[in-house]
């Protein structure tokens, strides 16, 4: 790897000034990341991480609370993309504390409890091990706040040093995860102490001025410079059971925009009422069981975690820490997911999507009018163009979707305003589908890579190794691949409920009628008699790709496959070769290409889980929704009631948990929805509020769970309470509570 160049020339440096006009020195032109180990390394990417988040910041530490400069693991203080804190680290007596415990189990904050080392002067003991304890409680608001708590449960009095090492690189989130790499970055500058405390400043290529604005009370004995990092000491003396607690903020700025600082009471009992707020706001969902109770409320708290604005309207982010970003199918899916415990959630995703919908044709962001983006950043790669993610639009089944959210929300909500509103946007996405969707004109939705900085693979499955014959073989060409055309089949289906409200029937009938041909279509072009389910995909020559995969699953939940064909379809995907005990696997394990540690070609996701159970379900499959719904069960409490981005496909081994995936994300959106739409599936709810009506479709509870109780279910203007209980193989429901005018009926 090139060198940087020297950050402290020899020569005067110049100055620069920022937008509040203040001065800071210029060190150079920054050069590129350096991180200790190649991304690929997985033992240190692996590292376990502390992670909260709340709006649009997210912090990401060791478990410690120590942010180690340099680190694959991605951890500090990122905002819009930029990491603002690259550096964190407290030492007392010169000396890293003892960890005792640490958890980030509120989402917004994190407490970390440790104990001093024995601190020494001259060969002796000058502070016994074990006697200063050191508690850090960290919270994310508008800033970050941090508390360090140091109280002396020795017999003597004790004296010593606080420090802290702080640093700001401004990496963007691409650098950071090694997706790019530039040999200059922008304007280093130096950082400066003042009477507010200390900033940090960087000039990025897209040259926006960046600040990190660190603030101290009480203020440090001593602040100095180590190069581009500053060091904040405190002298403390402590009694025996005294306690002296010092607090730091830090906040970044972008362009020079800052917030008026709260205290850290104050900022603690906003974001409490916020998250009060977030869970009244839905559904209440509560069994016999303590462990279901809490895997529905980790979902509730990391999707309020994850929500982020954009321009004033809520979106799902997809996932800490490396895409907390607007992605097309992962927003859309995970509003999906979470229908019945909010509808409304969907409102701000469909709204943001359509705002960035494409309006032009742009092949290096593969963009084409009427496409719904994948992924949208706001960091310097992205601003200064060096990216194509402004947004980007490299996912050919986020438009369906799209379609499909618009279509759910409407049955949920009866919202014929807000489906007035996006009346464009509809026929937008349904001419892209139509003209761009599908050139050949063959009846089904395919995609080939066009920007040379885009994505290869462009469905759920992204990675350029997971779209493979029964071989291992890649396939070639455009890839019409099997979960897309279920997506565009019930997009049309619903979104011509929609066209009925507004009034134009002709349309609806029309989109019917094509959803019609393209399940006659599907079924002769995708059936492998010889598999007993549906081809992955279709590749450039219009040949199967014989794949035996996840995908079909979702063609289930789309309800694109005919009856007749169901029952074989869910026994292929619940073989040995498919099934892991945790959950059905990517790719089938007699597949020259199957690797369990493989990101798409052997894994076990979820959120893939979850459609495909709920697929299973729509058919009646009901025993292998129970099979499905009990592994995810079980894969969560061993994973402290939250589910990873994904796990490794191996086998299940009694009494062993899933092995981990060595970078999975978590929270992760579509992960942390999944126990609402596990819900929803092995329930049987649908609604239909523009008809008044709800349906209960063969209710079956798993074995674990005896009784369910849903309150303040919304359905269009009504709230309803409902009542499952098991007695034995049977699933008993009862109608608690109905305020407003909707007919809820069972069906067997």
Known sequence: MSQPPDLHPKTSPSTTKSPGGEEFDVLGRAGPLRLRSAPGVLAEARQDLLVIKEGALFLCSRPSGDILPGFVSGEGLYSEDTRFLSEFRLTVGGKTP????????????????????????????????????????????????????????????????????????????????????????????????????????????????RETLVGFDPRPSEIRFEGDAAVVCWDFKLAPGEKQSFEVTVEPSIGGSTRPAARLEAAERRVEGAYRDWHASGSAIHSDNGHFNGFVNAAIRDLKALET?????????????????????????????????????????????????????????????????????????????????????????????FLVLAGAYYRWTGDLDLM????????????????????????????????????????????????????????????????????????????????????EPEVAAGLRREAGQLKEAFDAAFWMPGEGTFALALDGAKKQVQGVASNVGHALYCGLVEPRRAAAVGERLMAPDMFSGWGIRTLSKKNPAYNPMGYHVGSVWPHDNVIIAAGLKRYGLVTA????????????????????????????????????????????????????????????????????????????????????????????????????????????????????????????
């Open 420 to 503: 007035k509103r996006l009346r464009p946007n509809f026929d937008a996405a349904l001419a892209w589908i139509r003209d761009f969707g599908d050139p050949d004109g063959d009846g089904f939705v395919e995609y080939n890579q066009r920007g040379r900085e885009g994505l290869q693979n462009q469905g759920w499955k992204d990675s350029g190794d997971c779209i493979v014959h029964a071989d291992g073989s890649l396939a070639e060409g455009s890839i019409a691949l099997v979960e897309v055309q279920g997506y565009v089949y019930l997009a049309k289906l619903r979104i011509a409920e929609v066209y009925d409200a507004l009034g």
């Open 625 to 748: 929704t129970d099979r499905i719904a009990t592994a995810m069960f079980d894969a969560a409490i061993f994973s402290d009631l939250r589910l990873d981005e994904l796990y490794c496909g191996f086998d299940r081994r009694a009494g062993l948990p899933p092995v981990n995936y060595p970078v999975a994300c978590s929270p992760q959106a579509w992960a942390a929805a999944v126990p609402l739409m596990l819900t929803q599936a092995f329930l049987g709810i649908s609604a239909q509020a523009p008809a008044g009506a709800l349906t209960i479709f063969q209710p079956a509870l798993p074995s674990w769970l005896n009784r369910v109780e849903i309150e303040n279910l919304q359905v269009g203007d009504s709230r309803l309470g409902l009542e499952f209980t098991r007695q034995g193989d049977q699933t008993a429901f009862a109608l608690t509570r109905r305020e407003g005018s909707i007919r809820v009926t069972i069906e067997n």
């Open 98 to 209: 003892v960890l005792l415990s640490s958890n980030a189990g509120l989402a917004y904050a994190m407490v970390i409890d440790a104990t001093n080392p024995n601190l020494m002067d001259g060969g002796v003991v000058k502070v016994p091990q074990q006697t200063i304890s050191v508690q850090r409680f960290r919270l994310l608001s508008d800033r970050l706040y941090e508390r360090i708590s140091m109280r002396n449960y020795g017999t003597e009095p004790v004296g010593s040093t606080l420090q802290l090492s702080l640093s700001a690189d401004y990496a963007d989130t691409f650098e950071v995860r090694g997706v790019t790499s530039r040999d200059e970055r922008g304007q280093a500058l130096a950082p400066k102490a003042g009477d507010s405390g200390l900033k940090f400043g960087y000039v990025g290529q897209d040259d926006v001025f």
């Open 309 to 401: 604005s954009i321009g004033g309207d809520g979106i799902f982010a997809a996932g800490i820490p490396w895409y907390v970003a607007p992605f097309g199918r992962d927003s859309l899916l995970t509003s999906l997911e979470a229908m019945v415990w909010n509808p409304g959630t969907a409102a701000g995703c469909l709204k943001v999507m359509a705002g960035w919908q494409a309006t032009e044709d742009d092949p290096w962001r593969d963009a084409e009018p009427g496409k719904i983006p994948h992924e949208l950043r706001r960091g310097e790669l992205a601003g200064a163009g060096l990216i194509p993610h402004t947004p980007y639009y490299g996912t050919v089944d986020a438009t369906p979707l």
